[in-house]
C-alpha cells in the first residue's frame, strides 16, 4: 500500500477517460494545467459522486474554486468513498458550514500586513503571498479566504511597496515566498522576484512553501532547477499529508530538487479520516525520508471557515508524535504546531515527558514509559576544593 508506485500516469484508466492526446501529453505541465478538472461536469464524467460531494462542488464556486489535476486526480482510488487523496480535493457539502469557532482568517494574517501581500509576524522573518493561484485547491486552504479567486475577498501584492520594506526593514533576514503557490509562475518570473529578493543584502536565507511537486510534478523541469539554484540558500517547503502522494513521478521530482542543493521540509496538516494514525503518519514520513525531505511541521488544521469535518481533536497530534519520538528515526520526526487563532504565530505542542521536577532532579519517561531520574548540577563542595588544591601544590613541588 505505502509502495512508491506509477499510478498516477494515464495509463491505468480506461481508455476515453482521458483525452487522446493525454498519451503523448501526459508529461506537459502546460497540459496538465489545461486538463484539470474543475466543474461538476469534468467530475462527473470520471466519478460517481455522492449527494454530499455534488451539493459541496455546486457551493465551492463561491468559496473555494474546485481544481485537481490529472496526476493528483488518477491518485483516486474510486472505488473507496473515503479515498484520502479524494477528500483533500473534492468539495463536501459540509464547508458550506462554519462552526462557531470558525474564522475567514484564522491565523490573523490581515492584521499583520504593513504591505498589502507581505506578513510580518514574527521578528526577523516574512511571508510574501506572490499570487492567489494554486495547481489544485486543498479543502481545508488556511487561506481559503483569498485564494482562488472566486471569494468575496481578492489578494493584493503591493509588489514595489513590499520590496522597499523589505529593503528598508534591515531585521528581516529571511523571507518566505507562499500564495496560493509562486511554482505556478514561469521561471522567468520567479528568477525576476528571486534575483529582487537577492539584491537586498541582509535577505540571508529565501524559501518557497508549494505544493507544486506534489499536484504537478511534470512542473519540476531541470530548467526550473538550474534556475532556482542560483539563488541559494534557498529551501523549499512542500505539503504532503498522505503517503499515498508520494508516488514514482513525484519521488523523481523531489529529487531534481535535492540534486539542485535545496533542502526540503514537509509540511502536513492533520485531518480527520485521511492522516490522524500513527500508522499513515509513520509511512508518510519513511516515504519522506526516501525522497530526502525531512518531515518539518505537522500542522493542527486552522479554524478556518467550512472545516469541522476534516479537523481532529488537539490530542491526536500529540498521540501521533508520541508514536514516532523513539520508535523511529529522529530526523523523520516533525514539530507538532498549531497557529495560534487570531494571529498567535506557530506555538509547538508536545507530549509531556518530564513527570516530575524539584531544585534538584527531573523525573522523566522514556518513549517505553520507563522512568527515569536526571540530577541537576551538585554544588561543588568547598573542603572538596581545598584538598584538591593541596593534590595539585603537591604534585608542584
Ligand atoms: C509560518 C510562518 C512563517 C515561517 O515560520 P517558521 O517557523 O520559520 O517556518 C513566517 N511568517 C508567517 C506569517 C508564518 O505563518
Not at 269 to 285: F, H, P, T, Y
Request: net charge negative; aromatic share 8%; hydrophobic share 35%.
Amino acid at each position: 500500500m505505502h509502495e512508491f508506485d506509477t499510478h498516477t500516469t494515464f495509463r491505468s484508466h480506461a481508455p476515453g477517460y482521458w483525452p487522446a492526446e493525454a498519451m503523448e501529453q501526459w508529461h506537459d505541465h502546460r497540459w496538465q494545467l489545461r486538463n484539470r478538472i474543475d466543474s461538476l461536469a469534468d467530475l462527473e464524467a470520471k466519478l460517481v459522486l455522492s449527494d454530499e460531494e455534488r451539493a459541496g462542488v455546486l457551493l465551492a464556486g463561491t468559496k473555494l474554486a474546485m481544481a485537481i489535476t490529472p496526476h493528483f486526480f488518477n491518485l483516486i482510488d474510486r472505488e473507496n468513498p473515503d479515498c484520502p487523496i479524494r477528500r483533500q480535493v473534492i468539495p463536501r457539502i459540509e464547508e458550506g458550514w462554519n462552526a462557531p469557532e470558525e474564522m475567514a482568517d484564522p491565523c490573523g494574517e490581515d492584521h499583520h500586513m504593513p504591505v498589502p501581500g507581505l506578513v510580518h509576524r514574527y521578528p526577523d522573518r516574512v511571508l510574501f503571498l506572490v499570487t492567489d493561484r494554486c495547481a489544485s485547491y486543498c479543502r481545508y486552504c488556511t487561506r481559503s479566504r483569498v485564494v482562488s479567486g472566486v471569494g468575496e475577498q481578492q489578494l493584493e501584492t503591493h509588489w514595489e511597496a513590499a520590496f522597499r520594506y523589505l529593503e528598508t526593514h534591515t531585521e528581516i533576514r529571511d523571507v518566505l515566498l507562499s500564495g496560493g503557490d509562486p511554482l505556478l509562475f514561469s521561471d522567468a518570473k520567479l528568477d525576476r522576484i528571486l534575483s529582487r529578493l537577492r539584491s537586498i543584502p541582509h535577505l540571508q536565507f529565501l524559501r518557497i512553501g508549494s505544493r507544486i511537486p506534489i499536484f504537478l510534478p511534470q512542473r519540476i523541469t531541470p530548467e526550473l532547477c538550474d534556475m532556482l539554484k542560483k539563488h541559494h540558500p534557498l529551501f523549499i517547503s512542500i505539503h504532503t499529508n498522505h503517503p499515498r502522494e508520494l508516488t514514482l513521478e513525484v519521488r523523481d521530482a523531489l529529487a531534481r530538487l535535492a540534486d539542485a542543493g535545496i533542502p526540503l521540509g514537509n509540511q502536513s496538516v492533520m485531518l480527520r479520516g485521511i492522516n490522524d494514525s500513527v500508522e499513515v503518519q509513520k509511512a508518510l514520513v519513511h516515504k519522506l525520508l526516501m525522497c530526502r525531505v525531512k518531515p518539518y511541521y505537522i500542522y493542527q488544521c486552522d479554524l478556518i471557515h467550512g472545516s469541522s469535518h476534516l479537523r481532529t481533536p488537539v490530542a491526536s497530534g500529540i498521540e501521533i508524535i508520541e508514536g514516532l519520538r523513539g520508535h523511529t528515526t529522529g530526523y523523520a520526526i516533525p514539530q507538532f504546531v498549531i497557529d495560534g487563532p487570531g494571529g498567535g504565530g506557530k506555538i509547538p505542542l508536545n507530549p509531556n515527558y518530564v513527570i516530575d521536577s524539584s531544585p534538584s532532579h527531573v523525573t522523566l519517561r522514556n518513549f517505553e514509559g520507563n522512568l527515569f531520574e536526571y540530577p541537576n548540577p551538585s554544588p561543588i563542595q568547598p573542603d572538596d576544593l581545598l584538598s584538591l588544591r593541596h593534590r595539585a601544590l603537591a604534585k608542584a613541588r
